[in-house]
Every structure is written in structure tokens, then in C-alpha cells.
């Protein structure tokens, strides 16, 4: 579609055309930013970002910027926000100061201010907690909607057929289920919204957000995701739990320190000891079922054996984990294979581009890229050390 023919069919889509973004930003320096900004988002569907060629103009690019954000804020489980122009504007500076990535604002982003706005619209927001433009971030809104006072009125708000419809369509298969733990691996979009929200707390995970139709098909094809849910704990953010090893992605319900591999396994092996083992084990005896299941979602099914093998190298401190709280002995400690001197294989999330470096450890190459690259975060890259 040409540039003149996708503006005539946002305008014959939507008679407000103040309300899109577009039409709003006429700063040639925020445009540049902005087609900076998504050269850099490793989150972009990567087919509607090769549409642009090798060198968009600035003009194509904020067309297809201002068309995802408005498909963005148009289904949120709180209804249609595309029209309120005070959030795309806003969406839309997060973006280019990179307080967000697309992956933010078109999974849990959207859904964060439809609960916002549905409590605004009917005057049961506190005082503090009223004025949208001292908000710095999603975050901070996504904090305030999951306030205890809040969330039995968005709970009625929110039509519950659409978690009824979304349970009884969904599919999975269930590798633990105990006195204290309940984890499954979902086949569909609708196991992923249940689990989202659900028994206890509301998590952020974008494959279970009103647009995870969209990261699921992203997601799943590449490996299982494992959704756990802590039953002696349903009510915090650390009772349910996502991952997908695929991705080198662990998180809890508020994807607490996203991209942070360290970090969530030794907050995972501190809260669950034992628990990774019994995923890993619960994955191999489940394997004809999980295969077979999949077979839809990825040619041949999920390599089962591969995604423990995945366990073991992407988070060796819960998997190495003893319940009851047994130690390694003395003077030893879980050796992280992806850690350590030797040789990574770095690939740059949003190019593809790869590169062998040699270093000390991990934090050694997250700080040669970053030195070397100054506007670049780990986010930006793919790390894999390389076995002997």
C-alpha cells in the first residue's frame, strides 16, 4: 500500500483524523527520533518493518508507526482508546526516549490504560491518581491500576464471558500440579489469557494481554512457554511466573527486570527451590503429549528434549536448586554454562547481525557492546557463549 493510499484509509477508518497521531507530529526532529527509535525495537513485527525497504522515508515510517499504535489502543480489554488523543501523543514520546519498546505498548501497555481510563470515566480513581499527565511511564500506571481498591471494580468492568470464552477454548497440557504448584504449557491464545487473568493476580504477560493473539503466534512457534502459578501465593506479583527459554525470557506477573536472565533465575531458585526440576522433569514425561499438541504450532511439533536442555543452560541456578533448602557443598558453587570466560555469540536483536567476541564473562561483553555502543542496552542483543 502506498503512502497516499494507507493516510486515505486511516481517514476513511476513522472521521476523527485529529485523534491520529500522524496528523499530530510536524516536528522534523521528532520524526527522525521516532524512525530511530523503531530501527532499534527488536519488538516491531518484523514483516511490517521490511515493507518499509532499506531506506523509508520519514514519512512512511511514522505512517506505519501511527497505524500499529492506533491497532494498539483500538482493542484493549477495556475497549477502543485509538480516538483519545492524549495517548498516542504520549505512547508516542515513551517511544522515542525509549521508556517503552513496542512489545510494551502493544501487549500489557494498552490494556493498563483501558483500566485507567474505565475508572476515570466513572469517578473512581483517588485524587492522586487523576491527573494522566504527571504520569512519567507505563509502569507507574500499571501500579496504580493493580491497587488493591481498584481491582474488584475492573474486575467488574472487564466482561467476564471473555475469560469465560477464553477457558473454555483453551489448550494445554499440565506438567506439575501439586499441593503448591500448578504449571502448564499453552498451546493457544485462549490458555494464555486465562492464566493471565485468572485465579489471583492480574500478571502483564504480553501473549495473555487483549492483543496476545498477536504475541503468541510470535512466540510460540519458536519453543514451549511455561506458564507457573504459585498456589500458596495467588495474589502477588511472584505467584505466577512465564517462560520461554527460546527467548531468554523468565519473568514474574509484573516482568520485574525484563531481559535480566541472572537476575530472575537467582529470584526463581531463591523462591522455588526445586521447582525448575520438577518443570524439566514434568516436560520429558509429558513429551508424546506435548509434541503432538504443537504439531499445529510449529512443523513436527516442540523438540521436548532441546527445551530442557534449555533448562539447564539458560537458568542453572533453579534448576541446580534443592528443596528444603540443601546447599551445594562447601566452596562450590552452580557453574552458569553461559557464563564464565570464553567465546559469546552476540547477535543485535533488531538487524540480525552476529559476532563472535572473546571475554572474561557475560557482564564482560554486555560492557565491550555497550562501550563500543554507547546508545545500546543488553536488551538490544541476543548473548550465547559458545561450548567447547
Known sequence: MRLDQLEQHLKNRRPVAEANVAAKIKDPKTIKMLGI?????????????????????????????????????????????????????????????GAADYEDINGEGGDALGAWKALSIRGKLKQPHQDFNKFNNLRQIQQI???????????????????????????EVTIVDDERFLVVVPFNYGACYTFNNSNGYQANFCTGSSSGLTWFN????????????????????????????????????????????????ERFAELFPGLMKKIADGLSANEAEIKKASEEITRGGYDVAAAVADIKKKVPLSYASKVGGEEEPEGEEPQDPNDGPGTYLV??????????????????????????YPDSTEADYRIEKQQA
Open 218 to 265: 510470535r512466540y510460540a512457534p519458536d519453543g514451549p512457554i511455561v506458564s507457573i502459578f504459585d498456589k500458596s501465593n495467588p495474589d502477588t506479583k511472584d505467584g505466577k511466573w512465564q517462560m520461554h527459554l527460546a527467548t531468554n525470557q523468565l519473568q514474574n506477573g509484573d516482568q520485574d527486570r525484563r531481559g535480566d536472565m541472572r537476575w530472575n533465575d
Open 37 to 97: 527509535a523503531m530501527r532499534h525495537d527488536g519488538t516491531l513485527p518484523k514483516a511490517s518493518v521490511a515493507k518499509l525497504g532499506p531506506k523509508p522515508d520519514d514519512q512512511s515510517i511514522l505512517a506505519l508507526w501511527s497505524t500499529m499504535l492506533d491497532k494498539s489502543l483500538s482493542s484493549t480489554d477495556y475497549g477502543d482508546l485509538s480516538a483519545d488523543g492524549k495517548f498516542d501523543e504520549w505512547l508516542t514520546r515513551l517511544y522515542i526516549n
Open 347 to 372: 547477535t543485535q536483536i533488531a538487524s540480525g547481525r552476529q559476532a563472535r567476541i572473546d571475554g572474561e564473562n557475560r557482564a564482560d561483553i554486555i560492557n565491550k557492546l555497550t562501550t563500543r
Open 145 to 171: 491500576v493493580r491497587d488493591r481498591d481498584y481491582q474488584s471494580e475492573l474486575r467488574r468492568i472487564k466482561d467476564a464471558e471473555v475469560i469465560e470464552k477464553h477457558k473454555r477454548e483453551k489448550q
